[in-house]
């Protein structure tokens, strides 16, 4: 094994997660020869959770953009602002899909700041991502973490520590942030978005950013592709007209969907590197 090929002290010391339910996708990120969007995007935030595969290519990715780092940065800002937003709306119920791991800002830590009472539900599929959730986030209040996929909305929002976690009565905040640039419109993921605006009440909120190419030069563009092309989940950018179609059947929070910098900018520090469209929609 070379030392490209040896994972980080705290990875190779990741827990074996509980054995997926019967009903669990398939896992995208037990392979770790092959490149996994959750690690990489744990390495442009230079963490330490990822395999030698997945940082091989996340710098491939950065010699094609060498901003991806600061634009994962300004993407995390967006959620940080998103999430304090919803809390200081009232929100109290949260549901992150895709959360990927847990880094430092935290949904958790920023609701409960505002709300101590705030229960939030890590989502995602990567089999990885959610053992190295469980076990950073240990025995964190009201928190859990929960493996399922965007893509069966209704097997998640059924999961037992889902329904133990959420009232679906009362408002959620649901998180899709840099999550559905990996759904391709194959595996419909407006109906997806649609289902999980059904199933909750009105004054709940999405909270999305959504990466896209406009104003991207085309070839670069298209070598960044490639490189996902190869990882356990290829990119679908979108444009912003067809971001703005999650928010059907909700009211976008001003300053409408905006670029991740520009939505609600606050005191942190603005790096103005955005590859990717951000908003707040409240559910009518
Ligand atoms: C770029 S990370 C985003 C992490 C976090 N939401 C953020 O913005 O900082 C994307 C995450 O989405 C997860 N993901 C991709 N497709 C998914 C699906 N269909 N269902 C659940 N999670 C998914 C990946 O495993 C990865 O952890």
Redesign the pocket.
């Known amino acids: 094994m070379t030392s490209e090929q040896t994972p980080t002290a705290s990875a190779a010391t990741a827990p074996a997660d509980p054995a997926p339910a019967a009903t669990a ?1 398939a896992d ?2 037990s392979d770790e020869n092959r490149p ?3 690690r ?2 744990d390495y442009y ?1 230079g963490g330490s959770h990822n395999f030698g595969a997945d940082r091989a290519a996340a710098r491939q990715v950065l010699e094609i953009f060498p901003d991806t780092g600061v634009a ?1 940065q300004t ?2 800002a ?2 940080r602002r998103a999430v304090r937003y919803a809390a200081e709306q009232g929100v109290r119920q949260f549901i ?6 847990p ?1 430092q800002g935290s949904v958790h830590e920023i609701v409960q700041a505002v709300a101590p009472e705030s229960r939030v539900v890590y ?4 089999e990885v ?1 959610v053992a190295y959730a469980r076990r950073l986030l240990g025995d964190a209040a009201r928190t859990v973490v929960v493996r ?5 909305p209704d097997e ?1 929002l059924a999961h037992p520590d889902v329904t133990a976690s959420i009232d679906l009565t009362q408002p959620v905040a649901v ?5 559905l640039h ?2 391709p419109d194959a ?1 419909d993921p407006y109906a ?1 978005v649609a289902r999980l605006r059904d199933a909750t009440a009105p004054g709940s909120q999405l909270l999305l ?1 959504h990466l896209t190419l406009d104003g991207a030069p085309p070839m670069p563009a298209q070598q960044g592709r490639a490189v996902y092309q190869r990882s ?2 290829p990119l679908t950018p979108r444009t912003r007209a067809e971001i703005l179609r999650f928010f059907d059947g909700y009211d976008l929070a001003e300053p409408g969907l905006a670029w991740l910098a520009d939505w609600r900018p606050d005191g942190e520090p603005r790096d103005r590197v955005s590859h990717g469209f951000g908003g707040v929609g409240v559910r009518r």
């Open positions: 996708p995208p990120g996994n969007v959750a990489m995007y935030l994962a993407n995390r967006f959620l992150d899909i895709g959360a990927g791991l880094t989502v995602d599929y990567d991502a399922g996929d965007l893509r069966r998640l998180l899709l942030v840099a999550v990996f759904v595996d997806a950013s356990s989940a």
